[in-house]
């Protein structure tokens, strides 16, 4: 995420004030991440049968790491900080808020 590139070039002068509002922002910023890729999940992939959901999984893997040429990220994004992980498949992760930012499975 280009916030994190930004925070390790200016940060050396800020505040304990303006670094409190910038982590809540990123964690703002992991929070959306992750329940997006959930709701995905679990609106467009929940409708997929046995061979549409091995697909679908293999696909929103590759899309949240940015490895699919004809779907980029975003360049305001610059890279999902938070991606599926490579373990089991994505119907077998939760977004979990209580967590800094992780899946569980």
Known sequence: MKAFNFLSIYGASWTTSMRQKFNIIIHHCLF?????????TWSI????????????DAF????????????????????????????????DYMYDVSTNAEYQQ
């Open 45 to 56: 992939g929940a409708a997929c049968d046995h061979d549409g959901r091995t697909k679908f």
């Open 60 to 91: 929103l893997k590759e899309l949240s790491l940015g490895k699919i040429e004809a779907h980029p990220i975003p360049k305001c994004i610059g890279k999902m900080d938070l991606p599926y992980p490579n373990e089991g498949t994505i119907y």
């Open 32 to 40: 959306l991440q992750g329940q997006f890729f959930f709701a995905v």
